[in-house]
């Protein structure tokens, strides 16, 4: 005899490691699970099966489970005609028009490629470059996304397409020609080159191709990638700066869809699009492109003290060895940012960081970040990030598996 509580299932295509990676997978899954504990499903999940559950799961479906949470490429798949014959709520993780229309969740890749964008601009690059290695539709907007946010800053664009040059990551006959053609690219545009790969599994491409073309990173080839794995960004040398695309929220979100929907509510007509989490910067983007010796120490010398949040403008001045009038003049003229709000973006960033990857208490995150108190952090996120900082974790917990502690609001 069935109880109230509600029955889902988790299904996702095993190409989801494909279009994804495993890291997707995990991710997503435990944000469906935390969901599920919160609200008394009984959750079923075949994520590691690849399907093979399907034929003994179809005859059940209308029967068995109250609602599925999927991640369908094909609509032809095993887990299509699954969704086909199921009369339960729907909600599909996967980007695509297909003859199937259902509830979407969904990252926001164009806000991927515009955070990525930014990221390298606010470094002081001024060229930059988009690399791709497919057409997907999840490709294509995430690089419209970061091609819109260069133009609207008025910064140089160029594309690194290997699809286009025949040259696809898929194609195993091309893997000799690769790398060299990516060196070849590389070489005719200007430096410091600011690049933002597809994801994190390319970044070997840029190394390889830096080192053929004698190219440095980062100070001739800037890379900021997608997907923040730690095995391929924090063991790669250099290692990679990279955009978390927030797949946690993104199954957390898809879950309360699904519950919205089997509590009989209407479903949305467009996808729910999750916006990406912090980036997190490593050397690959340890750079600021500017021509001004005192301001390229000067910026170095506040990263490098944001933290201390006894740093203030006077001791940034005496550090320089400038005037007040000189240095404030090099900022406004070749930084086009005033000292104590480029001091004050760097406490955020780190601030952003803490909060996403840690359970700090918010106090501790302003104390650790550079902030002399918790009001003037707020105060900063208000002005700089829009939302508060309790708002910014809601929308970026913690990975799983991070040690806890009782958090404060």
């Known amino acids: ?133 497919d057409a997907s539709r999840q490709t294509l907007t995430r690089a419209l996304g970061f091609e819109e946010q260069v133009k609207s800053r008025g910064r140089s664009l160029h594309r690194f397409d290997l699809a286009a040059a025949g040259l696809s990551v898929l194609d195993r006959s091309a893997d000799r020609e690769r790398v060299p053609w990516l060196a070849d690219q590389l070489l005719r545009l200007p430096r410091p080159l600011g690049v933002m790969i597809q994801n994190d599994t390319l970044y070997w491409h840029i190394i390889e191709a830096c080192a053929l073309a004698s190219l440095h990173i980062p100070s001739d080839v800037a890379v900021i990638s997608v997907g923040n794995i730690e095995s391929l960004c924090e063991l790669s040398e250099p290692t990679l700066t990279s955009v978390n695309p927030n797949h946690y929220r993104l199954g957390y979100e898809a879950a309360g869809l699904l519950d919205q929907l089997m509590n009989g509510a209407s479903a949305p007509i467009l996808p729910l699009r999750v916006p990406p989490g912090h980036v997190e910067i490593r050397e690959s983007t340890d750079i600021y492109a500017v021509h001004d010796e005192t301001l390229r120490a000067v910026l170095q010398f506040m990263r490098e003290n944001s933290q201390d949040p006894f740093l203030s403008v006077e001791d940034i001045v005496k550090a320089s060895g400038k005037s007040r009038r000189h240095l404030y003049s090099i900022f406004e003229h070749d930084w086009q940012r005033p000292i104590a709000d480029t001091l004050a973006e760097l406490r955020v960033l780190e601030a952003k960081r803490l909060l996403a990857t840690t359970h700090l208490k918010l106090y501790a995150v302003a104390v650790q970040s550079g902030f002399s108190s918790e009001t003037k952090m707020s105060r900063a996120f208000s002005k700089y990030v829009g939302i508060t900082p309790g708002n910014f974790r809601l929308g970026n917990p913690p990975a799983p598996g991070v040690a806890k502690a009782l958090l404060s609001d």
Do not use: C
């Open 1 to 133: 005899m069935r109880s109230g509580r509600k029955r889902v299932l988790y299904y996702p295509d095993r190409k989801q490691d494909l279009y994804y990676g495993e890291r997707y997978g995990l991710y997503a899954e435990r944000g469906i699970v935390d969901f599920a504990l919160q609200a008394g499903w009984v959750l079923t999940s075949v994520s590691d099966h690849g399907g093979h559950l399907a034929p003994a799961l179809l005859p059940a479906i209308a029967s068995r489970f109250d609602g599925i949470i999927t991640l369908m490429p094909e609509p032809g798949s095993i887990i299509g005609k699954l969704v086909k014959s199921a009369a339960v709520p729907v909600v599909d993780l996967f980007d695509a028009v297909g003859e199937i229309n259902l509830p979407k969740v969904l990252t926001d890749e164009r806000a991927i490629g515009r955070v990525g964008a930014d990221h390298l601009m606010n470094q002081g690059i001024e060229h930059l470059a988009y690399f791709k290695a």
